[in-house]
Nanobody, 116 residues
């Protein structure tokens, strides 16, 4: 069993910053890709950012230059530093991890609300 615990969401004024964290625990095989997705009501969950074990990153166009993903492999933790937040960043953010044997796991979600 794998558990993902997210933290760091909240309410922030436009232009502000938040840092999301996700800690993975349990029966985890070698973690490969760790990332963040977000979802707003009525829309599909969409990729925000992801990072491979080797450090390669992918970002959604909408967050490039504002968000930074990082990870600590020793702690099975992934972070998302979100700067210059905009109201359109408002969503529930989900941590996602994929291990090297095909397992995929999701966190419970943490809500981010950006007000103008």
């Amino acid at each position: 069993q794998v558990q993902l615990v997210e933290s760091g969401g909240g309410l922030v004024q436009a232009g502000g910053s938040l840092r999301l964290s996700c800690i993975a625990s349990g029966s985890i095989f070698s973690l490969n890709i760790m990332g963040w997705y977000h979802q707003v009501p009525g829309k599909q969950r969409a990729l925000v950012a992801r990072m491979t074990r080797g450090g390669s990153t992918t970002y959604a166009d909408s967050v490039k230059g504002r968000f930074t993903i990082s990870r600590d492999n020793a702690k099975n933790t992934v972070y998302l530093q979100m700067n210059s937040l905009k109201p359109e960043d408002t969503a529930v953010y989900y941590c996602n991890i994929r291990d090297s044997i095909g397992g995929e796991y999701w966190g419970q979600g943490t809500r981010v609300t950006v007000f103008s």
